[in-house]
């Protein structure tokens, strides 16, 4: 088996290309396509909650099952795992295409559509995402190799997140599709030429449900969920607290999307040089608190503020990278814990995307018709809906925020600690 150790750089890339087209999916979608419904076609904010709620939820649900499909794809030969995410691909990229550009104008039938292609991108997301995270899982290592694996892809999808932010405002919404469609092939095609995993000696359980038998996993996941929906919450309100609360110029916008996940791009490679020294966990920590020390400050801003809110947003992308990189190598650690590394990736990683994808359909789900009851809607100037839209954008992440760092201190750090005062002379 190619092992970190052996994890050069040509491999780094190859595998963490296909993470660069992967993220359009993610954080991306969930700032574009609120937006762009409800101001285009007039598609009411509850509404557009409650698909974006539903959708994922669908999705969210499948996940374990194609991560158990995956680790019977794995038992077989990893190619067979490559050709089934080629087939997800081929469906993926129609399918976010014709997402953004509906051939509909009128608000029912485009909320219509938004369910459908939601539902079927989604999907064939899913199925390249399992297939590829229980990939690097495989390729194992300590804790700082594993976390340079989960930091290639983490890595080169922030420079997906970061393309995925401006694209739409530099060059619109048809060339946005298309870019997707190019960089997913070249990703498929590197991954096919990077390192291998050897085929599973043995045949992985039946039970779908092995991974929430283990009490160290679901703890993980309660903590990952809580710090998803922390952060998946201002990703969907993002453009509406920009374009109404600061009444920022719409010039504006990619600026503040590319700052924030530049940032994040940029501090990767420092928060992962910290993880010999602190250890996954505590260097995860430390990211937690910087995000709820930096994005508390948004609550005190207002009309003419962009300049305070680009600070804002540098320091909390920073943060964002511990996110990004950590949490995927702290489970990678704790499958190999579990005694279930070579066997059960799959199933892991779709109990973990599902959780990942509950976070962000809570968000949406939440977010948008409680802010709709409040008063709020795309435009308005009135001083209660706007403080609500601060109050959701701002004070709600960060008090998930700081539970979920309260979760992982208990979960991972306090017995440590505890291990290491009884172990001392």
Not at 354 to 369: D, E, N, R
Not at 416 to 423: I, L, N, P, S, V
Request: aromatic share 10%; glycine share 10%; charged share 10%.
């Amino acid at each position: 088996m190619n092992t970190a150790p052996g994890f050069t750089r040509s491999e780094g890339w190859r595998y963490g290309l296909l993470g660069l087209p992967l993220a359009f999916v993610a954080l991306p979608l969930y700032v574009i396509v609120p937006n762009h419904y409800a101001r285009e076609f007039g598609v009411p904010l509850a509404a557009l909650g409650l698909v974006l709620l539903g959708t994922r939820l669908l999705d969210a649900v499948v996940d374990p099952l194609v991560g158990r499909w995956v680790d019977r794809r794995f038992a077989r030969s990893p190619g067979a795992v490559l050709r089934f995410a080629a087939a997800a691909c081929l469906l993926l990229a129609p399918a976010f295409a014709l997402l953004l550009l509906p051939p509909v104008r009128e608000p029912q039938a485009a909320l219509t559509w938004a369910a459908a292609l939601l539902t079927v991108t989604y999907l064939a997301f899913s199925a390249v995402t399992v297939a590829h995270q229980s990939w690097g899982a495989m390729l194992g290592g300590d804790e700082h190799q594993r976390s340079r694996i989960v930091g290639w892809r983490e890595g080169l999808g922030l420079v997906g997140v970061l393309l995925a932010s401006v694209a739409p405002t530099l060059w619109g919404l048809p060339a946005t599709a298309v870019l997707f469609a190019v960089l997913l092939a070249a990703g498929w095609l590197a991954w096919r030429q990077g390192a291998t995993p050897v085929p599973r000696s043995g045949a992985p359980r039946k039970a779908i449900s092995l991974p929430l038998r283990r009490p160290a996993f679901r703890g993980l996941l309660a903590v990952f969920t809580l710090n998803g929906v922390a952060s998946a919450i201002p990703a969907t309100l993002v453009l509406f607290f920009v374009q109404d609360r600061l009444q920022a110029s719409s010039a504006l916008e990619p600026a503040f999307l590319a700052t924030y996940f530049a940032c994040a791009a940029l501090a990767m490679p420092a928060w992962l040089a910290l993880v010999p020294r602190w250890g996954l966990a505590r260097t995860w920590l430390a990211g937690m608190g910087l995000a709820v020390a930096a994005f508390s400050g948004t609550l005190a801003l207002g009309p003419g503020d962009s300049a305070l809110f680009l600070v804002v947003c540098a320091l909390s992308g920073a943060a964002l990278g511990t996110d990004l990189a950590l949490p995927g190598a702290v489970l990678a650690g704790t499958i190999a814990q579990a005694g279930d590394r070579g066997l059960h990736e799959g199933a892991y990683f779709g109990w973990w995307n599902f959780a990942a994808k509950a976070s962000l359909a809570l968000a949406a789900g939440l977010a948008l018709p409680l802010l709709e009851l409040a008063g709020y809607s795309p435009g308005t100037r009135e001083p209660q809906a706007l403080a609500a839209l601060s109050m959701a954008y701002a004070l709600l992440p960060c008090a998930l925020k700081l539970l979920a760092g309260l979760g992982l201190y208990l979960l991972l750090l306090r017995p440590a600690a505890a291990a290491a005062t009884r172990g001392a002379p």
